[in-house]
């Protein structure tokens, strides 16, 4: 085992346990820098040297303005750490489980990189050599440096395509580095100046994709955009937009060639956007019906195209996959010898009308792979009805899709149950087609269109065992497995948060989040606890609920004083009751009174106040620091506290606050300083916060949280480098030190890292959050703000 060197570990473990996310993704072998090959060979006694050297290490970094966070968290995991390590027999026990956790994380890190080659090699029967720079992209993904790619690609044969002749007017092409620079330059200006999406250079001169050879006024925008640059402060917009500026001057003010570079980039990235969007509605429905035409067309302008470039392309992702876009076949282009080929029963499913004359296809729209629900059609009608012909005397309600099966709509005995039990042979499997697995496909799109996923599913598993080597009807099957398998488990997920919404009384969104989606889309998924209620009963309950609280709200009497307990009453009935929340927000919770400080014999400091004259309030009590910050003394619903922890000598200062359902009043003090400073406003400040910070603490209160792309973004307050932040299902949090709610502290330099704050995923959504500022003195203790900013609450929903 080599010598410890700080410096070499601080560079070589440390840096990377913090680019991975901390001690989650460590383990104990590498935090203490013990190889694990030698676990075996070496001493207890030179492990436990090794140890006391890390551990002395660690207490030395709990100042480092990087490292400090992480090395904090090591010292107060150290016992847990190091206990296996410092014995033989554990030792050994544990360097096998990190062996195989390694393996798995490594397994992990090629998973990409391996599917991507998979594909290509049953595709092509081994790798292209010009798919091998896409490749290099997908595993600098994972996290792989080009070496380690090298050498899986290695592995499989390497296929030499002869170059095209080069054209002489050939469009010079941008390297994909490149590429990458100006995507990564684009979304950070996205997120430092957040509006309109900037998707292109030309959006950031607010010119369209259509004007770009334009080069006159493309130089005086840039003009224009350069003065301004030069004009701001110093910081990270300015290096972003001179980065830009410089791209600009590159590729978009030379005009020529270069915006013809441009240009092909543009399209061959949202070409490649598209692709599987639009192979998936294709294998769905056999054609791009309109409705996915529309969607997808909008995606493309989004992209940074204009309208007549986003049709061009998704009419040549058509061309490729052999089908057309509904209502534009005229646009198609002609058939290619060796092209791709397009079997009879697409063909038929495609074309063949409904009763009413539309396209069998329009009706089942493949909008449900791009999060969008498709129309459902009425029993007896639409595509789960019509799609192959009516059988004669049927009247058109019979198919022959699996030999005369009877279309019926939710509720009813499904089609495919008949076709299961339906031979194919003659006629009826469809024209000499020979392919009974379509069938069971048609059943278990019709199932999953009905809201049916779970019958679906045992379609897709009839069309599995159907498919054969039929390598066309593989990826069918599978395209709509993923779909189906998609289905399933939202709904999962929407289960478990309906019932988490039920129990926890906010029916609203209980209804329209999560009972509707599975009323819609998922009506035979059962909930998975089988003891607790089922979908119906659970939108009784809920619709009854909500039905009740806007009772209760109607009757609601305007005395204040008796409001604010009618008030409460509703959200007894309905937590999430919105009229009733706002309705909250303006009621004030009466301070408490004249609040007295009296000390006994043993010290202890007893505090008594008069009552709020809000009825069913919380009242927290805290006193006065030597510092002018506050520290939290308890809680309690009765009018008296001790203090057994108060300094001796004159009796301290303390204020109480009075709290009901997340409204705060203003602070009693034991002084007869009133301090006023409560936020008015959907979620108060508990505390007392007042517009330029939390005067309770003496601390500058975090402002202006919201939301951007998924974290948690806010303007840290001058001098704060630490904060708390705290998390609510049920009600805001009345303060940092709710025990009803999670927290967490972030740290400045966590914050620039990530972007923003992350939520755990395992906090229940939607929830309630607010940041408090955090400072520490000058012995290191960590000292949390008594309340929170006015505007430093959120509620998250994503």
């Not at 050599?129 to 600098?140: H, N, S, V």
């Not at 270069?258 to 949202?270: H, Q, R």
């Not at 009043?665 to 979620?683: I, L, N, P, W």
Request: with cysteine.
């Amino acid at each position: 085992m080599h010598a410890f060197d700080s410096n070499d570990y601080r560079k070589r473990v440390l840096a990377a346990v913090e680019r991975r996310g901390g001690l989650g993704e460590s383990d104990a072998f590498e935090l203490y820098d013990i190889p694990l090959a030698e676990a075996a060979r070496l001493s207890d006694a030179e492990v436990a040297a090794r140890v006391e050297a890390v551990w002395a290490f660690w207490q030395k970094l709990r100042d480092h303005p990087k490292y400090r966070v992480l090395a904090a968290l090591l010292v107060d995991a150290h016992a847990e750490l190091s206990e296996p390590l410092l014995h033989t027999g554990s030792r050994l026990v544990e360097a096998d489980r990190v062996s195989q956790l390694r393996a798995r994380r490594e397994a992990e890190r090629y998973e990409m990189l391996d599917a991507a080659i998979e594909r290509l090699a049953a595709r092509h029967g081994g790798i292209p050599a010009a798919k091998i720079p896409g490749l290099e992209d997908i595993g600098r993904m994972g996290g792989l440096t080009v070496a380690e790619i090298a050498a899986r690609v290695r592995r499989h044969r390497i296929i030499d395509e002869a170059p095209a002749p080069a054209s002489p007017s050939a469009v010079p092409a941008l390297n994909s580095e490149r590429r990458r620079q100006i995507r990564a330059l684009l979304a950070e200006y996205e997120r430092l100046l957040p509006g309109d999406p900037v998707p292109t250079l030309l959006a950031l001169l607010g010119m369209e994709f259509a004007a770009a050879h334009h080069t006159n006024e493309i130089r005086l925008r840039a003009g224009a955009l350069r003065a301004r640059t030069r004009e701001l402060p110093p910081g990270r917009i300015r290096v972003v937009l001179d980065e830009l500026l410089i791209h600009i001057g590159d590729l978009l003010e030379p005009g020529g060639a270069m915006v013809d570079a441009y240009l092909l980039a543009i399209t061959e990235t949202v070409t490649d956007q598209l692709r599987p969007q639009v192979r998936a509605a294709v294998l769905v429905e056999d054609l791009l019906v309109a409705a996915d035409f529309d969607y997808l067309l909008g995606v493309a302008i989004a992209a940074g195209l204009d309208r007549a470039a986003a049709e061009r392309i998704l009419i040549t992702l058509t061309d490729e996959l052999g089908t057309t876009v509904e209502g534009r076949e005229h646009l198609a282009a002609p058939s290619r010898p060796g092209g791709p080929a397009q079997t009879s029963s697409a063909t038929t499913t495609s074309t063949r009308s409904t009763g009413n004359g539309a396209p069998s296809g329009t009706g089942a729209s493949a909008g449900s792979e791009f999060g969008r629900n498709p129309a459902s059609s009425p029993q007896g009608e639409g595509p789960a009805a019509s799609g192959t012909g009516d059988s004669p005397g049927t009247g058109g309600g019979q198919r022959h899709s699996g030999g005369g099966v009877p279309a019926r709509g939710r509720g009813e005995a499904p089609e495919a149950a008949q076709w299961q039990r339906t031979p194919y042979t003659g006629e009826a499997a469809g024209a000499g087609t020979g392919r009974p697995w379509e069938a069971a496909l048609r059943a278990a799109r019709a199932a999953l269109r009905a809201g049916r996923p779970r019958e679906a599913a045992g379609f897709v598993a009839d069309a599995r065992r159907g498919v054969g080597d039929d390598g066309l009807g593989a990826r069918s099957v599978r395209a709509v497995g993923e779909e189906v398998e998609r289905v399933l488990a939202e709904a999962a997920v929407h289960w478990r948060a309906a019932v988490s919404c039920c129990a926890g009384r906010r029916f609203v969104e209980a209804l329209g989040e999560h009972l509707d989606f599975l009323d819609r889309r998922a009506a035979d998924v059962p909930n998975p606890d089988p003891r607790g209620a089922g979908r119906e009963l659970l939108i009784g309950r809920a619709r009854a609920a909500v039905m009740e609280a806007g009772r209760l709200f109607e009757a609601l009497p305007l005395d204040p004083g008796l409001r604010m307990q009618a008030v409460r009453a509703v959200l007894e009935v309905c937590a999430d009751h919105a009229e009733a929340l706002a309705a909250l927000a303006e009621l004030q919770v009466g301070a408490p009174g004249t609040v007295t400080v009296s000390r006994k014999p043993d010290g202890t400091v007893v505090i008594t106040w008069l009552p709020s004259r809000t009825t069913q309030v919380e009242y927290r009590v805290t006193r006065l620091l030597a510092d002018g910050s506050w520290r939290v003394v308890g809680r309690t619903r009765g009018t008296a506290l001790e203090d057994g922890g108060a300094p001796t000598g004159p009796a301290p200062v303390y204020g109480v606050v009075a709290s009901v359902s997340g409204r705060a009043s203003e602070m009693a003090r034991s002084d007869g300083d009133s301090d006023r400073g409560t936020a008015h406003g959907g979620e108060p400040d508990a505390a007392g916060g007042g517009p330029d910070g939390d005067r309770p603490s003496g601390m500058p209160s975090v402002r202006s949280l919201t939301e951007q792309r998924g974290l948690l973004v806010f303007e840290w307050p001058i001098g704060i480098t630490e904060v708390m932040v705290v998390a609510r299902p049920d009600a805001p949090p009345v303060d940092p030190e709710d025990p009803r709610a999670r927290r967490w502290k972030v740290t400045n330099m966590r914050y620039e890292i990530d972007g923003g704050v992350r939520i755990p995923s395992e906090i229940p959504r939607p929830c309630h959050v607010a940041v408090a500022s955090c400072r520490r003195d000058a012995t290191g203790t960590l000292t949390v703000a008594a309340g929170f900013g006015p505007d430093a609450r959120i509620r998250w929903v994503r």
